[in-house]
């Protein structure tokens, strides 16, 4: 059963934008804190941003160039990446439904490519 589900990655060049989307089933929109990760080659998976409890929560990093957002009639989260780097280049993942400070379900990940 497929819970989260992402779309929006792409190949872009440096300062440009994306957008990236996570449909999430009603129960876990409804109940839980979600969240993107991101993981690059060779790196360890990394937080980008997340919504728990109603805070949000940014890796210094992105601050000021991206956005998470939440459309509760969609049961939809996103992520508005601007001003994009190379070194924003990464699998982006959409997590919910956390445990110990760790999310417990996972979208399928999607390549974001940032070039010179």
């Excluded at 990760?37 to 941003?49: D, I, N, T």
Aim: charge should be neutral; aromatic fraction near 10%; proline fraction near 3%.
């Amino acid at each position: 059963q497929v819970q989260l589900v992402e779309s929006g990655g792409g190949s872009v060049q440096a300062g440009e934008s994306l957008k990236l989307s996570c449909v999430a089933s009603e129960h876990i929109f409804s109940t839980c804190g979600m969240g993107w990760y991101r993981q690059a080659p060779g790196k360890e998976r990394e937080l980008v941003p997340s919504i728990r409890f109603g805070a949000i929560i940014y890796a210094d990093s992105v601050k000021g160039r991206f956005t998470i957002s939440r459309d509760n009639a969609k049961n939809t989260l996103y992520l508005q990446m601007n001003s994009l780097k190379t070194e924003d280049t990464a699998v982006y993942y959409c997590a919910a439904c956390y445990s110990d400070d760790a999310p417990r379900v996972w979208g399928q990940g999607s390549q974001v490519a940032v070039s010179s």
